[in-house]
């Protein structure tokens, strides 16, 4: 790992913008963006999972960085200062949600290609990174995706669910209708391109009916 990472990962301070030490009350997370750089903010005296997903951030970053990830943004700078933990990243881009409304539509293929690579890395790896949807990935000018947000994330364990699968999302429904139903028929079409697919779904779900997954809540899966 080179200086400019260490020092990245270091969680002795952080300089935030001025408006995250004053947080809206009961929020425990908070952004803001500032010439291209994504503040996020956590307040532990609302929640103490605030920092149990702060210190999950952190590990998250440390095992991609080490690991050399090409498909997560790039952390800037982590700390702790005036008991509000934060970290600064580069800005990866737009959210896919509103990546797809100016997209042509054929170019979302490209997208699920780049998914369906970071889901067979994530897997291989053993990242049981969880919660994800069109709000989590991100689309720079280029067309390159990054996922975000590895507050439910869990090392070293089997990753639990498919990520082109849960593009299927709510989330989708800020989409036109006929926009949201070409981009679930492409993630429909293209789901059981991800490694070892069958195999997945049916531990997955034993996993579940043994009370051993970290999913709280099913995900609906059609074959």
Request: one cysteine or more; a neutral charge; charged letters at 30%.
């Amino acid at each position: 790992m080179d200086r400019n990472a260490v020092n990245a990962l270091d969680t002795s301070s952080i300089a935030l913008p001025e408006a995250l030490f004053e947080p809206e009350a009961g929020l425990h997370i908070r952004l803001e963006m500032r010439d291209r750089i994504v503040f996020k903010a956590y307040y532990p005296r609302y929640a103490a999972k605030a920092r149990e997903k702060f210190e999950r951030e952190i590990e998250a970053f440390r095992f991609f960085t080490a690991r050399r990830a090409p498909f997560v943004p790039e952390l800037l700078e982590s700390g702790i200062t005036n008991e509000i933990c934060g970290l600064a990243l580069r800005n990866g881009g737009v959210t896919l949600a509103n990546w797809l409304e100016k997209a042509p539509h054929s170019a979302f293929d490209g997208i699920l290609d780049q998914l369906l690579r970071i889901d067979a890395w994530l897997y291989r790896h053993r990242v049981n990174y969880l919660q994800a949807s069109p709000k989590d990935v991100l689309v720079d000018d280029a067309g390159t995706a990054r996922i975000i947000d590895f507050e439910y994330t869990f090392l070293n364990e089997p990753f639990e669910q498919i990520l082109v699968e849960r593009m299927d999302h709510d989330r989708l429904e800020s989409l036109p209708p006929d926009l949201a139903e070409t981009v679930r028929a492409r993630v429909h079409a293209r789901k059981t391109e991800s490694r070892h697919f069958f195999y997945r779904v049916l531990r997955n779900g034993v996993m579940r009916r043994l009370g051993q997954s970290r999913v709280q809540k099913n995900v609906q899966r059609t074959l």
